[in-house]
């Protein structure tokens, strides 16, 4: 029984429980994520903090961050105004949202003891406003915080005014960081290896686990060991000659000694792999002894310096530079080896050249370069140069030898492969240069120079050349052939693409190439250019990121000659403003704040902005909200990657989200019923605790408007309110009143009134048939309007009226002009209006001989011409005459004299056609004699108005007495 009893009670208690309702309380924020940028350890870092607000923050309300006990924070000073400076500086270094915060809001408080930062909102933060679910805190590194000295996960907490609970953000992590660790140690590949050789460099490792790069900001600093030659300053360098993962480096490297530094082109994350490739136009010169050797790797966020893996530099045949290597020319000759013993002017360097070319007898020392020094003396026997150093070559040294074209050596007289052999006195063995193969001179590219060379840019092109040794004649088809993805317009001017200077005499476009003719006959071996204006519309590839050459064909070449290859650059970065989501105002005010998101025109685009005077410039990473409030920003915004800004834009954005607050004080119900003329409105509009034309904020109140009407106010300095009266005069029957009150942005409050007054007997309009709009039939509908719900006769009959007020009534009637009717109103009040009405049925038109007025329905207008007699025909301005009897018109002139030669009529089913100066008219195509023809006088067109008029079937009578012409029109 007991065991049944204890069950019993326990049941009780499960049951009570369930049917306890337990509130939950609403946690203050939710969903805490932090990226810390770098996040190394022992790192100055920016703390970027997202997180999910449930409850809303005020201006002034509070917001603590409690940083992990081994994070940094700065340390102030000692001495108060620079305590309260550095706190000014940390507080306006910390952004929520797109906006620093602001001292004005009070100084932030630093606590050491639990490692945090206290700082006032400078905007209200609430979660039902579009785009503030989510707040972002960004902490700037230039608040100071610095990482822990130890790796791990650590996690950050967020404090608040509106919840004293602290809430923990998701770990994040900390990390020690170095170049290739745990893998990916640099390693290099040079190519050629050879001594003294000019060389490309791949060098190739990974970022550390916190080492990731950033577009514009990152170094990377490679040093090259002792011996190699950096021969080109950084100004010498192109860009394009030095890879980062396939991408041109956007900035010139920085070269001290043996240490190139140069800027991340694009991102790349953290331990991924990176590739620095040097081309062999950099102008990097492998050392001169042989060997195993390393360069040495660290970026600006792993900066300690790792060496590579080895790589060998090895002794290889010298290399033979011959310039130029055409046949029976003057050339230069020059070439590098290590003497494997010391050699002085006692041990003469003998140089045999091939037995196919010419050495002078005489050769001057000055010609000759012995490591950049003339020798002593210089001797020629026949094909051999025996040369006397003017130094000691100490055994190991790079000897270079260096004949210039003025010595007069001549290369082969025909195409062949040339080595040149050198010993010195005491050596036995001859060694031998690499073969160099001489040719028949050849048209080649020189340079090409392509402006902007930005993908989807529009073009000017440039290409210099040497012709070969076939000259071009003139006439000659010259084929220039453009990468693939290049936009060729169908046609292009001549004038657009020159040769040397002359405009080419023909183009033809294809899709991947142009066909020019050349204009002039170029010689063999001269140099030519080719120019291609911007103008012609030539437009770069889509992508770019990547090297692109040229080609050119004549019909003296086998194959198609390619240029250099030139780096296509990306197109040009453009960045569009994006305010999203927000409610647009009057003026260009927002009355909802907008989401203030960028976009751009490519990827490894950056976004910079800030706002009105700021000195610090933000980079743009998501969509973001604007503060709520009354306030004008201006935002300054460009796009970048790693070659170039794109254009500064400057754009201001205006935000007020408050609505006037506006109260009526009489009337006081919505519906008022008065039998006075007038009545009295009285209100006021209450501030919203800014002054008006205060600096940065819209006018409190742009207007008031009763009925639509601007009312004058006044402001109350003592109250800070508006009030406003007015005597409102009242129409008979409803008087709708609509009062509003308008701030500058287009904010409106609003309220709706009724006041009935009815002491006014209702108004008759006719609309329809007018003196203006007459009735061409004789069956028609009377169209008129008046006050709605308004019972409406026409001579005693009674006529429907709409809710509108408008009503028709079916007439017949069967003479031209005007008929006189008698209407009859009574509105719903009973007020009684008896109104004549004319209507108006047909037109009658009257011409004065010798005057300019025309008479229309007892209407007068002035015409442009005076009406006279001709051949015993009156003459009258044919616009004049077309439009008044309705008939579309049109002329044509003659093209020498420019004046009218022929006229056309057209209405209905006629067409007419009048010719100046010719007594022949053709109405439907069919010849008519007439007595007297268009002609032009002061340069009007006349013509004779009764033919006119009777082929529109009209009625046309003439008053000898008056002078007058009648015409009536329909004729029944």
């Given at each position: 029984m007991r065991k049944i009893y204890c069950i019993t009670l326990i049941c009780f208690f499960i049951v009570s429980g369930l049917s306890i309702n337990y509130a939950f309380p609403t946690k203050a924020i939710q969903d805490i994520s932090i990226i810390v940028k770098p996040r190394r350890v022992s790192t100055k870092a920016s703390y970027q903090i997202r997180m999910k607000l449930e409850k809303p923050l005020e201006v002034h309300d509070w917001l603590k961050i409690i940083w992990p006990k081994d994070t940094q924070l700065p340390i102030l000073p000692e001495n108060k105004s620079q305590r309260n400076a550095e706190l000014k500086r940390i507080v306006e270094s910390i952004y929520i949202g797109t906006s620093p915060c602001s001292a004005c809001q009070g100084l932030p408080v630093i606590d050491y003891r639990e490692n945090s930062i206290r700082f006032n909102t400078h905007m209200e933060l609430d979660p039902a406003n579009p785009g503030y679910e989510y707040v972002d805190i960004h902490v700037t590194d230039r608040v100071g915080i610095i990482n822990p000295t130890t790796p791990g996960m650590?996690?950050?907490?967020?404090?608040?005014?509106?919840?004293?609970?602290?809430?923990?953000?998701?770990?994040?992590?900390?990390?020690?960081?170095?170049?290739?660790?745990?893998?990916?140690?640099?390693?290099?590949?040079?190519?050629?290896t050879g001594i003294n050789y000019k060389a490309s460099y791949n060098i190739k490792f990974k970022t550390g686990t916190g080492g990731e790069l950033f577009m514009n900001r990152s170094r990377i600093r490679v040093t090259f060991p002792k011996g190699t030659n950096l021969s080109k300053s950084n100004k010498e360098i192109s860009k394009s000659s030095i890879l980062v993962n396939g991408k041109a480096i956007g900035q010139q490297p920085m070269i001290f000694n043996e240490t190139v530094t140069i800027l991340a082109p694009s991102?790349?994350?953290?331990?991924?792999?990176?590739?620095?490739?040097?081309?062999?136009?950099?102008?990097?010169?492998?050392?001169?002894?042989?060997?195993?050797?390393?360069?040495?790797?660290?970026?600006?966020?792993?900066?300690?310096?790792?060496?590579?893996?080895?790589?060998?530099?090895?002794?290889?045949?010298?290399?033979?530079?011959?310039?130029?290597?055409?046949?029976?020319?003057?050339?230069?000759?020059?070439?590098?080896?290590?003497?494997?013993?010391?050699?002085?002017?006692?041990?003469?360097?003998s140089i045999q050249f091939p037995s196919s070319m010419k050495l002078p007898r005489y050769i001057d020392k000055k010609t000759v370069f012995i490591n950049k020094s003339n020798p002593i003396s210089i001797s020629v026997r026949k094909q051999l140069l025996i040369i006397n150093p003017d130094q000691v070559i100490e055994n190991g040294k790079l000897l270079t030898i260096f004949i210039k074209s003025d010595a007069g050596i001549t290369?082969?007289?025909?195409?062949?492969?040339?080595?040149?052999?050198?010993?010195?006195?005491?050596t036995n063995q001859w060694e031998v240069t690499k073969a160099v193969q001489i040719k028949e001179p050849s048209m080649k590219f020189i340079k090409a120079n392509v402006d902007p060379c930005n993908a989807q840019a529009n073009a000017f092109f440039a290409f210099t050349l040497v012709n070969g040794s076939i000259p071009l004649e003139k006439t000659d088809k010259i084929s220039i052939h453009f990468p693939k993805g290049t936009t060729i317009p169908p046609e292009i001017d001549h004038q657009l693409i020159t040769v040397s200077g002359r405009d080419v005499t023909g183009i033809v476009c294809f899709e991947t190439y142009i066909d020019i003719l050349n204009p002039r006959h170029i010689e063999s071996e001269e140099?030519?250019?080719?120019?291609?204006?911007?103008?012609?519309?030539?437009?770069?590839?889509?992508?770019?990121?990547?090297?692109?050459?040229?080609?050119?064909?004549?019909?003296?070449?086998?194959?198609?000659?390619?240029?250099?290859?030139?780096?296509?650059?990306?197109?040009?970065?453009?960045?569009?403003?994006?305010?999203?989501?927000?409610?647009?105002?009057?003026?260009?005010?927002?009355?909802?704040?907008?989401?203030?998101?960028?976009?751009?025109?490519?990827?490894?685009?950056e976004v910079i902005f800030w706002f009105d005077e700021e000195e610090e410039t933000q980079l743009y990473r998501k969509p973001m909200a604007l503060e709520v409030g009354q306030y004008i920003t201006t935002l300054h915004y460009y796009a970048q990657n790693s070659y170039e800004k794109g254009e500064r834009v400057d754009t201001e954005i205006k935000i007020d989200t408050i609505?006037?607050?506006?109260?009526?004080?009489?009337?006081?119900?919505p519906t008022t019923y008065t039998n006075q003329d007038s009545f009295l409105i009285i209100g006021r509009v209450l501030t919203q605790g800014l002054e008006p034309n205060e600096e940065n904020h819209a006018t409190d109140l742009d207007r008031i408007e009763i009925n639509?009407?601007?009312?004058?106010?006044?402001?109350?300095?003592?109250?800070?309110?508006?009030?406003?009266?007015?005597?409102?005069?009242?129409?008979?029957?409803?008087?709708?009143?609509?009062?509003?009150?308008?701030?500058?942005?287009?904010?409106?409050?609003?309220?709706?009134?009724?006041?009935?007054?009815?002491?006014?007997?209702?108004?008759?309009?006719?609309?329809?048939?007018?003196?203006?709009?007459?009735?061409?039939?004789?069956?028609?509908?009377?169209?008129?309007?008046?006050?709605?719900?308004?019972?409406?006769?026409?001579?005693?009959?009674?006529?429907?009226?709409?809710?509108?007020?408008?009503?028709?009534?079916?007439?017949?009637?069967?003479?031209?002009?005007?008929?006189?009717?008698?209407?009859?109103?009574?509105?719903?009040?009973?007020?009684?209006?008896?109104?004549?009405?004319?209507?108006?049925?047909?037109?009658?038109?009257?011409l004065k001989i010798g005057s300019n007025i025309s008479v229309k329905n007892d209407k007068s207008t002035k015409i442009d011409a005076s009406a006279f007699i001709l051949n015993g025909r009156t003459m009258v301005p044919f616009r004049y005459i077309g439009e008044a009897l309705q008939a579309d018109i049109s002329f044509s002139t003659d093209p020498m004299s420019k004046l009218v030669s022929q006229v056309v009529f057209r209405k209905g089913n006629t067409k007419i056609i009048l010719s100046i100066g010719k007594n022949k008219a053709y109405v439907n195509e069919k010849a008519i004699v007439l007595d007297s023809p268009p002609i032009i006088v002061n340069g009007r067109t006349m013509v004779p108005v009764r033919f006119v008029a009777e082929q529109f079937g009209c009625e046309v009578n003439w008053d000898s007495e008056t002078e007058t012409v009648v015409i009536r029109y329909p004729v029944w």
């Open positions: 650590y996690e950050l907490k967020i404090q608040t005014a509106k919840e004293l609970d602290r809430f923990a953000s998701i770990p994040y992590e900390i990390v020690e960081s170095k170049i290739g660790v745990p893998d990916g140690i640099p390693s290099v590949e040079v190519t050629p991102y790349i994350g953290n331990s991924q792999e990176v590739s620095v490739f040097f081309s062999i136009e950099t102008g990097i010169v492998n050392p001169s002894s042989p060997g195993e050797y390393h360069v040495q790797v660290n970026t600006s966020e792993d900066v300690d310096i790792v060496d590579s893996h080895s790589y060998s530099i090895t002794k290889e045949i010298p290399f033979l530079e011959v310039i130029p290597e055409i046949v029976n020319r003057k050339a230069s000759y020059k070439f590098s080896f290590v003497a494997d013993k010391e050699i002085t002017n006692q041990y003469p360097i290369n082969p007289p025909t195409p062949e492969a040339i080595q040149l052999e050198f010993k010195w006195k005491d140099n030519f250019e080719i120019r291609i204006q911007k103008e012609a519309g030539v437009i770069n590839p889509e992508n770019g990121d990547k090297n692109i050459n040229y080609g050119l064909k004549t019909k003296s070449l086998e194959e198609t000659i390619q240029s250099p290859e030139i780096y296509l650059y990306p197109p040009i970065p453009v960045a569009k403003l994006n305010l999203q989501n927000g409610q647009e105002g009057h003026n260009g005010w927002f009355t909802s704040t907008p989401l203030l998101s960028f976009s751009t025109n490519q990827k490894d685009v609505i006037p607050e506006l109260e009526i004080i009489k009337p006081i119900q639509g009407i601007p009312t004058e106010y006044l402001r109350d300095d003592e109250t800070k309110q508006f009030t406003f009266n007015l005597s409102l005069d009242l129409n008979d029957g409803v008087n709708d009143v609509s009062i509003s009150a308008f701030d500058e942005a287009g904010n409106k409050a609003n309220r709706t009134y009724r006041i009935i007054k009815d002491t006014s007997p209702p108004e008759i309009v006719i609309e329809f048939p007018t003196a203006e709009n007459p009735s061409l039939e004789k069956s028609f509908h009377l169209k008129g309007k008046t006050e709605p719900f308004t019972e409406v006769y026409i001579n005693g009959e009674l006529v429907f009226v709409d809710a509108e007020g408008l009503f028709s009534y079916p007439l017949r009637i069967n003479k031209i002009g005007n008929t006189k009717l008698f209407a009859k109103a009574i509105d719903k009040s009973g007020n009684i209006t008896d109104q004549e009405v004319s209507v108006w049925v047909g037109v009658t038109i009257s």
